[in-house]
């Protein structure tokens, strides 16, 4: 859209201490013209919306849209001072999906609202509550842009993270029913007033964090080999500690718990970052076998990961037990219901699926905007992890490369364990979708993880010269006494 | 580290794409099934939101709506709304997204929401020039005149019971009413309480039934009426109505007997009378013996010619069998060799739907032929373009022309003998009364009364079954329902049909 002349031009003097030497151009342009189309692209779906459920349009649509614009303006103008080089697609695809999910969050509403009204139930709008919490994810993703001039720095706490991450994680577990509530069968909220979180949501990041840093410094320790068998490179025994941690917590997460989305999640982004770390697909091949031990003993163990196993075969013949395939059934009418074209937003029955607005908002969407709106919406989320992983490619130093391509992974990784538990590919476990789904933990971790990806992005497309920070020591490799045998690639 | 980066951004574009491939696989190639699936609650929904098609009747020319949509603002968009709701709620049923519909809204189903195949092209061009898809109107056969008249007689009197009025040469149903009788507007509102409340209290909570629609959802025993059809039966053998007949004051029938009304001997006459006056009086034991001569054969044969025993009757709502025989299986036989003196007056296991009784009026009134009775005149599309119209249905004869004639100069003798008020000294009518025992203890509960007619007698033009759950021990047909049959009568030919 923007061309590169102008993208310089854009280019600003305010980038910090940008040189005068540099002809990289910032693409700063580009990123605002795209979030330009991103409001407008939201303003007509809650054109949509207003227009088959009001039957009518006011003018206060094109408020909502500019109020929208100036939300993300913000966080452009951060952009542009505290990470200039910055991938521009990264936040349009953000906004984009966040703006999408709140039009859907606002749809749903008018629907529970209307059914409160006729049984008589009071009820709570939703979207203002995430709307606030937008608000307060991209103060955070301001935060996280001033407070992190260069991602490295993260390194230097990462044991602080990892401990933290695994707190807030076994904090829910811990911590009695009254402040810790059982919720839809899985202990993962803490009460804190009138709000409900997720720390889980906030150690996914903390974690992916820690393991990046851990991985990096100890990096030869793992390349180094062990027996080969039959071929293969076999890790020594010693250094399975990483995976069999990951496959521990994993686990825990799953068995005090009860939620099988997380678990998942974390297993398969930690294991997939130990395999970008050590360049060996042996760990995946280990970890798999892990997986799969587990994944049988907790479906002998537990009744409801049976239940799930059984939702996920046929939704249809377990359709009126209790805890059984309704909720899926319910999505995959809705799906059904859409087919290709969708019945238009706001003309759909989305209410009538459990959890519309959050674990299965992906049913609504695929309802209301069909099999094409669902693609672009999957396409978009392809995009944006995709840059990322474009960033941690690009980027220079290993930690950057790791994380990166960690928090690339782990929103593709949402977005597959979600939408594939929503349309029967896999069980369904409940977890959010990314920027989509109503919930302020899911959204704030998520922002953050989009903080750092323009941060790692920003690096990576840098000029080197001036401007570039002394690179920070790594951490010192450890001073194991052990002999290094580096396998020549 | 760049290659498994790649490798894994490869995997990452993996998974979308297998994403993307079961979604094509769930919304393409399955959603067909899904769509369609019995739980799957979105069709329904559709089609509670529809334009739904209007029931009206006409009279003259002009049409009176029955049933009509107004536009609302939630997300049902039109709210089903019943004018004189109570008058026709025998005729138009009830249209609840809770409970489902009856009447007409459920037999016409198809037509009113659209999905009808006869309106097909209509919804393809809806489609294409963009409106929402509406559904078909129906006209109803109803006068609604007679309705008027028939339902206020009863409602005026507080009577329990039902009027049907024919046509007698086309089967159009005229008059239907069914008392008490219920508003059907609470049932089709959005607000589910309203609904329920309202459902509670025309069922559960009511036993008056007001939703039994008792002229066709029901069936009586006919009593006297019934001698209509053993009269039917003599003449198709060959008797005349002058013909002697026995005037005995008991017949010994098993171990009880079975005598007049009176309790005494036909017309105080100790030989023999008229077939002709034994129907005007009404005598129990002349019809009696007359049909256990004729025998079960001819009986049951002349009852079958009649319509009785017919199991798929739907007008087109469906209608409940009427049956001489004791239970559904042995509907059209007599259980033993004594039951024939009974049945013959109506008693015993013989029970008919007030629609049935009015079908055998109106068929003698016909001249012998059975018309099939019906309610929809014809069907409209959305612009009111006609798209079916009434086709009158011959069932055949189901006796004589002669017969029939001596039949209606029996009944107009029989209406001399009856009282009550709506006499009319320039209309000649032909009628019936009778009073049916019911119960346990028949003579302690109080019977049900009849009236069947048929009017102008020379040149027929509507005719009635009219039937009162009475409240009071001693009632007879002639009292109470007389006077609503002829009013329902007066009203029908008044209004030209």
Same mark, same amino acid.
């Given at each position: 859209m923007?061309?590169?002349?102008?993208?310089?031009?854009?280019?600003p003097a305010?980038?910090?201490?940008a040189?005068?030497?540099?002809?990289?151009?910032?693409r700063?342009g580009t990123?605002?013209w795209?979030?330009?189309?991103?409001a407008?692209?939201?303003?007509?779906?809650?054109m949509?919306?207003?227009?088959?459920?009001?039957?009518?349009l006011?003018?206060r649509? #094109?408020?909502?849209?500019?109020a929208? &614009? %100036? =939300?993300?303006g913000v *966080?452009?103008? !951060?952009? $542009?001072? @505290?990470?200039?080089y910055?991938d521009?697609l990264?936040?349009p695809?953000v906004a984009?999906?966040?703006g999408?999910?709140? #039009?859907?969050?606002?749809?749903?509403d &008018? %629907? =529970?609202?209307?059914? *409160?009204?006729? !049984?008589g $139930?009071? @009820?709570?709008?939703?979207?203002?509550?995430?709307?606030l919490?937008?608000?307060?994810a991209l103060a955070?993703?301001?935060? #996280?842009?001033?407070l992190?001039?260069?991602?490295?720095?993260l390194?230097?706490?990462?044991?602080?993270f990892?401990l933290?991450?695994?707190?807030?994680?076994?904090?829910p577990?811990?911590l009695?029913?009254?402040i810790?509530?059982?919720?839809?069968?899985?202990?993962i909220w803490?009460?804190v007033?009138p709000?409900?979180?997720?720390p889980?949501?906030?150690?996914?990041?903390l974690?992916l964090?820690?393991?990046?840093?851990?991985?990096v410094?100890?990096?030869?320790l793992?390349?180094?080999?062990?027996r080969?068998?039959?071929?293969?490179?076999?890790?020594?025994?010693?250094d399975?500690g990483?995976?069999?941690?990951?496959?521990?917590?994993?686990?825990?997460?799953?068995?005090f718990?009860?939620d099988?989305?997380?678990?998942?999640?974390?297993?398969?982004?930690?294991?997939?970052?130990?395999?970008?770390?050590t360049?060996r697909?042996?760990?995946?091949?280990i970890?798999?076998?892990?997986?799969?031990?587990?994944?049988?003993?907790?479906?002998?163990?537990?009744?409801?990961?049976?239940?799930r196993?059984?939702?996920?075969?046929?939704p249809?013949?377990t359709?009126?037990?209790?805890g059984?395939?309704y909720?899926?059934?319910?999505?995959?009418?809705?799906?059904?219901?859409?087919?290709?074209?969708?019945?238009?937003?706001?003309?759909?029955?989305?209410?009538l699926?459990p959890?519309?607005?959050t674990?299965?908002?992906v049913?609504?969407?695929?309802e209301?905007l069909?099999?094409?709106?669902?693609?672009?919406?999957?396409?978009?989320?392809a995009?944006?992890?995709?840059?990322?992983m474009?960033?941690?490619?690009?980027?220079?130093?290993?930690?950057g490369?790791?994380?990166?391509?960690?928090?690339?992974?782990l929103?593709?990784m949402?977005v597959?364990?979600?939408?594939?538990g929503?349309?029967?590919?896999?069980?369904?476990t409940?977890?959010?979708?990314?920027?989509l789904s109503?919930?302020g933990?899911?959204l704030?971790?998520?922002y953050?993880?989009v903080a750092l990806?323009?941060?790692?992005?920003?690096?990576?497309?840098?000029?080197?010269?001036?401007?570039?920070?002394?690179?920070v020591?790594?951490?010192?490799i450890?001073?194991?006494?052990?002999?290094?045998?580096e396998?020549?690639? | 580290?760049?290659?498994?980066?790649r490798?894994?951004?490869?995997a990452m574009?993996?998974?979308?794409?297998?994403?993307l491939?079961?979604?094509?696989y769930?919304q393409?190639?399955?959603?067909?099934d899904?769509?369609?699936?019995?739980?799957?609650?979105?069709?329904a929904l559709?089609?509670y939101?529809?334009e739904?098609?209007k029931?009206?009747?006409?009279?003259?020319d002009?049409?009176e709506?029955?049933a009509?949509?107004?536009?609302?603002?939630?997300?049902?968009?039109?709210?089903?709304?019943?004018?004189?709701?109570?008058?026709?709620?025998?005729?138009?049923g009830?249209?609840?997204?809770?409970y489902?519909a009856?009447?007409?809204?459920?037999?016409?189903?198809?037509?009113l929401?659209?999905?009808?195949?006869?309106?097909?092209v209509?919804?393809?061009s809806?489609l294409?020039?963009?409106r929402?898809p509406?559904?078909?109107?129906?006209e109803?056969?109803?006068?609604?005149?007679?309705?008027?008249?028939?339902?206020?007689?009863?409602?005026?009197?507080g009577?329990?019971?039902?009027?049907?009025?024919?046509?007698?040469?086309?089967g159009e149903?005229?008059?239907?009413?069914s008392t008490?009788?219920?508003?059907?507007?609470?049932?089709?509102?959005?607000?589910?309480?309203?609904?329920?409340?309202a459902?509670n209290?025309?069922?559960?909570?009511?036993?008056a039934?007001p939703?039994?629609?008792?002229?066709?959802?029901e069936s009586?025993?006919?009593g006297?009426?019934?001698k209509?059809?053993?009269?039917a039966?003599a003449?198709?053998?060959g008797?005349?109505?002058?013909?002697?007949?026995?005037s005995t004051?008991?017949?010994?029938?098993?171990?009880?007997?079975?005598?007049?009304?009176?309790r005494?001997?036909c017309?105080?006459?100790?030989d023999?009378?008229?077939?002709?006056?034994a129907?005007a009086?009404?005598?129990?034991?002349a019809?009696?013996?007359?049909?256990?001569d004729?025998?079960?054969e001819?009986?049951?044969?002349?009852?079958?010619?009649?319509?009785?025993?017919?199991?798929n009757l739907?007008?087109p709502?469906?209608v409940?069998?009427?049956?001489?025989g004791?239970?559904?299986?042995?509907c059209?036989?007599?259980s033993?060799?004594n039951?024939?003196?009974?049945?013959?007056?109506?008693?015993?296991?013989?029970?008919?739907?007030?629609?049935?009784?009015a079908?055998i009026?109106?068929t003698i009134?016909?001249g012998?032929?059975?018309?099939r009775p019906?309610?929809?005149?014809?069907?409209?599309?959305p612009?009111?373009s006609?798209i079916?119209?009434?086709?009158t249905d011959?069932?055949?004869?189901?006796?004589s022309?002669?017969s029939?004639?001596?039949?209606?100069?029996?009944?107009?003798?029989?209406?001399?003998k009856?009282?009550?008020?709506?006499?009319?000294?320039d209309?000649?009518?032909?009628?019936?009364?009778?009073?049916?025992?019911?119960?346990n203890?028949?003579?302690?509960?109080?019977p049900?009364a009849?009236y069947?007619?048929?009017?102008?007698?020379?040149?027929?033009?509507v005719a009635?079954?009219?039937v009162?759950e009475s409240?009071d021990?001693?009632a007879?047909?002639g009292?109470l329902?007389?006077?609503?049959?002829?009013?329902?009568i007066?009203?029908?030919?008044?209004?030209?049909s």
């Amino acid at each position: 859209m923007a061309s590169p002349a102008q993208g310089a031009v854009g280019s600003p003097a305010v980038g910090q201490g940008a040189a005068a030497e540099s002809t990289t151009p910032t693409r700063r342009g580009t990123e605002l013209w795209l979030l330009g189309f991103a409001a407008a692209l939201v303003t007509g779906a809650l054109m949509l919306v207003e227009a088959n459920q009001e039957q009518t349009l006011t003018f206060r649509i #094109v408020w909502y849209g500019l109020a929208f &614009l %100036a =939300l993300f303006g913000v *966080a452009h103008v !951060a952009v $542009r001072r @505290f990470a200039p080089y910055a991938d521009p697609l990264i936040l349009p695809c953000v906004a984009v999906l966040n703006g999408l999910g709140l #039009v859907i969050i606002y749809r749903i509403d &008018l %629907a =529970l609202s209307e059914r *409160a009204i006729q !049984a008589g $139930r009071e @009820f709570n709008n939703d979207v203002p509550k995430q709307i606030l919490w937008t608000t307060v994810a991209l103060a955070l993703l301001l935060a #996280v842009l001033i407070l992190i001039k260069d991602h490295r720095t993260l390194t230097k706490y990462s044991y602080t993270f990892g401990l933290a991450g695994l707190v807030l994680l076994a904090l829910p577990a811990v911590l009695p029913g009254f402040i810790a509530p059982t919720i839809n069968g899985a202990k993962i909220w803490l009460r804190v007033g009138p709000f409900s979180i997720q720390p889980g949501e906030f150690s996914k990041v903390l974690l992916l964090v820690f393991f990046a840093a851990f991985l990096v410094s100890k990096r030869d320790l793992f390349m180094a080999a062990g027996r080969r068998v039959l071929g293969i490179d076999l890790p020594r025994a010693r250094d399975l500690g990483p995976v069999l941690f990951a496959w521990a917590m994993s686990l825990g997460v799953l068995v005090f718990q009860k939620d099988l989305g997380t678990s998942l999640l974390f297993y398969g982004t930690i294991l997939v970052m130990l395999y970008v770390a050590t360049e060996r697909g042996v760990w995946v091949g280990i970890g798999v076998t892990l997986f799969v031990g587990g994944a049988f003993v907790a479906y002998k163990l537990f009744t409801h990961v049976q239940q799930r196993v059984a939702n996920w075969f046929d939704p249809l013949a377990t359709y009126n037990d209790i805890g059984g395939g309704y909720q899926i059934a319910q999505a995959l009418f809705g799906l059904g219901t859409g087919g290709v074209g969708g019945t238009g937003l706001g003309a759909g029955r989305p209410d009538l699926v459990p959890l519309a607005n959050t674990d299965f908002i992906v049913a609504a969407i695929g309802e209301e905007l069909g099999f094409i709106g669902l693609a672009a919406l999957l396409l978009i989320y392809a995009v944006l992890a995709l840059r990322g992983m474009r960033s941690a490619l690009a980027v220079r130093d290993t930690f950057g490369k790791l994380l990166g391509g960690g928090l690339s992974f782990l929103l593709i990784m949402q977005v597959f364990v979600v939408v594939g538990g929503v349309t029967k590919l896999i069980p369904m476990t409940g977890i959010t979708a990314p920027f989509l789904s109503y919930g302020g933990s899911s959204l704030l971790a998520n922002y953050i993880l989009v903080a750092l990806l323009l941060r790692i992005s920003d690096a990576a497309r840098r000029p080197q010269s001036g401007s570039r920070p002394r690179p920070v020591p790594q951490a010192p490799i450890a001073e194991a006494h052990t002999v290094m045998v580096e396998r020549p690639s | 580290m760049n290659t498994p980066l790649r490798r894994v951004g490869l995997a990452m574009l993996g998974m979308v794409i297998l994403l993307l491939a079961n979604v094509t696989y769930i919304q393409i190639f399955k959603a067909d099934d899904y769509r369609k699936n019995i739980n799957n609650k979105r069709i329904a929904l559709e089609e509670y939101s529809r334009e739904r098609g209007k029931i009206l009747v006409r009279s003259g020319d002009n049409p009176e709506i029955l049933a009509t949509v107004q536009a609302t603002n939630d997300r049902l968009r039109y709210l089903r709304q019943y004018t004189n709701g109570p008058l026709y709620a025998p005729v138009t049923g009830f249209y609840s997204t809770r409970y489902g519909a009856g009447g007409l809204e459920k037999a016409e189903d198809e037509i009113l929401n659209g999905s009808d195949d006869r309106l097909f092209v209509r919804r393809l061009s809806d489609l294409i020039t963009g409106r929402d898809p509406r559904g078909g109107n129906v006209e109803l056969t109803i006068n609604p005149a007679a309705q008027t008249a028939a339902y206020q007689a009863m409602e005026s009197n507080g009577f329990k019971g039902a009027v049907v009025a024919l046509n007698p040469k086309t089967g159009e149903i005229l008059t239907m009413v069914s008392t008490p009788s219920y508003d059907p507007n609470p049932l089709s509102a959005h607000d589910g309480d309203a609904q329920e409340q309202a459902w509670n209290g025309y069922n559960k909570d009511n036993p008056a039934k007001p939703m039994l629609n008792r002229a066709i959802a029901e069936s009586y025993p006919p009593g006297s009426t019934f001698k209509l059809v053993v009269a039917a039966a003599a003449l198709e053998d060959g008797r005349t109505k002058d013909d002697p007949v026995t005037s005995t004051d008991r017949i010994a029938v098993g171990g009880s007997e079975l005598r007049n009304y009176n309790r005494g001997f036909c017309d105080n006459n100790r030989d023999s009378v008229s077939m002709t006056t034994a129907l005007a009086l009404s005598c129990n034991t002349a019809f009696a013996q007359l049909a256990h001569d004729l025998g079960d054969e001819k009986f049951l044969e002349q009852a079958e010619k009649f319509g009785i025993g017919e199991d798929n009757l739907t007008v087109p709502m469906p209608v409940v069998q009427s049956c001489v025989g004791p239970k559904p299986d042995e509907c059209m036989s007599l259980s033993d060799s004594n039951a024939i003196y009974q049945s013959a007056i109506g008693q015993r296991d013989v029970r008919l739907t007030p629609l049935q009784n009015a079908e055998i009026v109106a068929t003698i009134a016909n001249g012998g032929e059975r018309m099939r009775p019906q309610l929809v005149k014809s069907i409209l599309a959305p612009d009111l373009s006609k798209i079916s119209d009434f086709d009158t249905d011959s069932l055949g004869d189901a006796m004589s022309r002669s017969s029939a004639e001596q039949l209606r100069d029996m009944m107009v003798e029989s209406e001399a003998k009856t009282g009550g008020a709506g006499k009319r000294g320039d209309l000649v009518i032909a009628s019936k009364t009778g009073t049916a025992e019911t119960g346990n203890d028949p003579k302690n509960t109080p019977p049900f009364a009849w009236y069947v007619a048929f009017a102008p007698a020379n040149d027929p033009k509507v005719a009635v079954a009219v039937v009162v759950e009475s409240k009071d021990v001693a009632a007879t047909g002639g009292k109470l329902s007389a006077a609503v049959g002829r009013a329902t009568i007066n009203a029908a030919l008044a209004g030209g049909s």
